[in-house]
């Protein structure tokens, strides 16, 4: 090619990508940590977005949902939020993208039993960082309603990752949160699979 045919092809594709709308994730921070403002700013997110809640402490009466893969990132255990109602957070996959909870303090008592509630289908779901200090029966539970639509209606879902890291968990009060994890298996499909020994299809639990 002449250094002549060279020039048009880049001023052709230099022109392609100016008329290409390119999207960046955006970082959007609440006006507090209360109820209404972190769904306010959720419901501006869009997949991909980083949500940052300030440091604060608020009490919920409600849990937030997220049916869009984002990350909600508070500022450690200066942002606190107060349980008086459901499960604080309920994540419901809406097919892919990967969803992240981090860097914040749980405290009170969700009346579902579980703070964090995980459904749908999803790529990955990361929850770092928390303080746990609560009273509900357990921190995290994972995989009821999309069980049931594998066991029942044969819904094919694939394998679904989940990390759950750096957490500093005590209970706050005698007997609550045992266990810290509930998590729902595939019953008897679960044994037709390859066990995945040394991948990240399998689970691993360290303390």
Request: aromatic content about 10%; proline content about 2%; some cysteine.
């Given at each position: 090619?002449?250094?002549?045919?060279?020039?048009?092809?880049?001023?052709?594709?230099?022109?392609?990508?100016?008329?290409?709308?390119?999207?960046?994730?955006?970082?959007?921070?609440?006006?507090?940590?209360?109820?209404?403002?972190?769904?306010?700013?959720?419901?501006?997110?869009?997949?991909?977005?980083?949500?940052?809640?300030?440091?604060?402490?608020c009490s919920w009466g409600?849990?937030?949902?997220?049916?869009?893969?984002?990350?909600?990132?508070?500022?450690?255990?200066?942002?606190?939020?107060?349980?008086?109602?459901?499960?604080?957070?309920?994540?419901?996959?809406?097919?892919?993208?990967?969803?992240?909870?981090?860097?914040?303090?749980?405290?009170?008592?969700?009346?579902?039993?579980?703070?964090?509630?995980?459904?749908?289908?999803?790529?990955?779901?990361?929850?770092?960082?928390?303080?746990?200090?609560?009273?509900?029966?357990?921190?995290?539970?994972?995989g009821y309603n999309h069980?049931?639509?594998?066991?029942?209606?044969?819904?094919?879902?694939?394998?679904?990752?989940?990390?759950?890291?750096?957490?500093?968990?005590?209970?706050?009060?005698?007997?609550?949160?045992?266990?810290?994890?509930?998590?729902?298996?595939?019953?008897?499909?679960?044994?037709?699979?390859?066990?995945?020994?040394?991948?990240?299809?399998?689970?691993?639990?360290?303390?």
């Amino acid at each position: 090619m002449s250094r002549y045919q060279m020039t048009i092809v880049g001023v052709f594709f230099i022109g392609l990508l100016s008329m290409t709308e390119v999207g960046y994730a955006e970082t959007i921070n609440a006006a507090s940590c209360s109820y209404t403002h972190v769904s306010d700013a959720i419901g501006s997110a869009n997949a991909g977005d980083t949500v940052l809640v300030p440091a604060g402490s608020c009490s919920w009466g409600s849990g937030i949902k997220l049916s869009k893969a984002i990350t909600v990132k508070g500022a450690g255990e200066a942002t606190a939020i107060t349980a008086t109602g459901n499960s604080l957070i309920n994540i419901e996959g809406n097919g892919s993208g990967n969803y992240r909870i981090s860097s914040l303090k749980f405290l009170g008592s969700s009346s579902s039993g579980s703070d964090v509630e995980i459904g749908g289908v999803w790529d990955s779901i990361r929850i770092d960082n928390i303080k746990w200090n609560t009273q509900s029966t357990r921190a995290i539970k994972v995989g009821y309603n999309h069980v049931w639509d594998i066991l029942t209606s044969g819904i094919s879902i694939p394998h679904q990752k989940i990390l759950i890291d750096n957490i500093d968990y005590s209970p706050a009060s005698a007997g609550g949160g045992e266990p810290f994890l509930l998590l729902y298996g595939r019953n008897h499909l679960a044994w037709q699979e390859e066990d995945g020994f040394g991948t990240d299809n399998f689970v691993f639990i360290e303390s």
